[in-house]
């Protein structure tokens, strides 16, 4: 079992940066592919960017890629996202989970999630 925890999300304006952290307590963090998602109002819950448990090996979403940089530390149990030129399209509610049973952007396979983290970008 484990538990995922976020942190980090805010308030910034377009063309900012923003961090995003997750923690995780229990067994096996380091044993399992982590990733992020998000959900906006009114919207399904999609995929951001992921990262292998055992290689440096990273996908992002179109809608993202070379603007945010997903990390893990597993030596601290812990995983981030680091977001840049930011714009009022990311505002969303950005969920950390890991350990998928398929496909690494399918959110219905991943077991464990955290509560979530607000992150509103104005224009």
């Known amino acids: 079992q484990v538990q995922l925890a976020e942190s980090g999300g805010g308030l910034v304006h377009a063309g900012g940066s923003l961090r995003l952290s997750c923690a995780a307590s229990?067994?096996?963090?380091?044993?399992?592919?982590v990733a992020w998602f998000r959900e906006a109002p009114g919207m399904a819950r999609e995929f951001v960017a992921w990262?292998?448990?055992?290689?440096?090996?990273?996908m992002y979403a179109e809608s993202v890629k070379d603007r945010f940089t997903i990390a893990r530390n597993n030596a601290e149990n812990t995983a981030s996202l680091q977001m840049s030129s930011l714009k009022p399209e990311d505002t969303a509610v950005y969920y950390c989970?890991?350990?998928?049973?398929?496909?690494?952007?399918?959110?219905?396979?991943?077991?464990?999630w955290g509560q979530g983290t607000q992150v509103t970008v104005s224009s």
């Open positions: 990262m292998a448990w055992n290689s440096p090996a990273t």
């Open positions: 229990g067994r096996n963090f380091d044993s399992y592919s």
């Open positions: 989970a890991a350990y998928s049973t398929g496909r690494y952007d399918d959110a219905g396979r991943y077991m464990y």
